[in-house]
């Protein structure tokens, strides 16, 4: 709580309090965030993921000798998948949403992504006792495929209402965005790819924010070389370097990047349109490029 008075400096008390007698089971991880949300009586719900990479919750149990109990949430997902981050929402009914990324083991850049709505009894009460029977996680592949996912969050819904749902991508060297349809039951386009407007290669950090009485997605993240390359050959072109194998990179590069226009405004200044036009059409010639496959070992 805190109070003011004009020209006074800001008073603010603080109410603290420690969990006590709880003997954990599994030692919740320090590389990653936990959470915590309240049950239908305000108690605290701890959402963390373990040492082993497993999901779990810890809640109030009457019933146990310390008052807490654990509830392995990966149970419902597969078996031997490996929880790499997570999220939790609730809304004003205290209703739950759950997100996260798993992946096969020491796979992290095969994940996808599972989505959840604790069920509750009639009362209101959450159902933790049928984690690994009741609760539904629905799959969701990223837009590229299983991925690497490096962080997820969550808006914050409306009674009743799945939360806005973003998870950090990156894969083959790029990064970007998907929305994800956060309710179980939802059918259609379950994905959506949001590209970022540079060549990204990380996603540093994003957050949910307000713009001209809307969402909005705001992202700090790291730009891949693709853009420097571009600029080193457009200036050597501008120098006067002008050799076929220079002009052809500098339009392929600023093709990836959508950026032809920006490039044929320096390299027109220097080739001919006519040799120009063959170069374009040596490009559109090729064949996309294909990663070999690996054999297979014996």
């Keep these: ?10 008073a603010s008390s603080v109410t603290t309090a420690l969990m006590k007698n709880y003997a954990a089971a599994t030692a919740f991880s320090a590389e990653h965030g936990f959470a915590v949300v309240q049950d239908e009586r305000g108690e605290p719900l701890v959402f963390a993921i373990g040492v082993d990479r497993r999901l ?17 949430l990966s149970r419902a997902m597969g078996d031997g998948l ?3 981050t997570f999220a939790v929402s609730q809304d004003p009914t205290r209703a739950l949403a759950v ?32 984690v690994g029977s009741a609760w539904t996680w629905a799959r969701r592949t990223p837009t590229r495929g299983p991925s690497r996912v490096t962080r997820i969050i969550l808006g914050t819904a409306a009674a009743g209402e799945a939360p806005l749902a973003l998870v950090a991508v990156e894969r083959d060297g790029q990064a970007w965005h998907d ?15 949001y590209p970022l407007p540079e060549d990204a290669t990380r996603i540093l950090d994003l957050t949910i924010g307000f713009m001209r009485g809307t969402y909005g997605v705001y992202t700090l993240y790291e730009v891949g ?25 500098a339009l392929q590069v600023a093709r990836e990047l959508d950026l032809v ?14 040799i120009l036009a063959r170069i374009e059409q040596a490009l559109d010639a090729l064949p996309p490029v294909t990663t070999p496959a690996t054999p297979a070992g014996r």
Excluded: C, N
């Design 1 to 10: 709580m805190s109070s003011t008075t004009p020209g006074s400096v800001r």
């Design 56 to 72: 779990r919750v810890v809640h109030r149990d009457a019933d146990s000798p310390t008052g807490w109990r654990e509830q392995d």
């Design 82 to 84: 490996e929880v790499s």
């Design 99 to 130: 997100v996260a990324a798993a992946h096969p083991p020491g796979a992290p850049d095969q994940a996808e992504v599972y989505v959840a709505r604790p069920s509750r009894d009639p009362d209101g009460r959450f159902e933790w006792q049928a």
């Design 179 to 193: 929305q994800i349809a956060a309710d179980p039951a939802a059918t259609g386009d379950l994905a959506a790819r």
């Design 225 to 249: 070389k693709k853009k420097q390359s571009l600029a080193a050959l457009l200036h050597a072109i501008d120098a006067g370097v002008t050799r076929t194998e220079i002009v052809a990179s």
């Design 261 to 274: 226009a920006h490039a044929k405004a320096t390299i027109t200044r220097h080739v001919p349109a006519q």
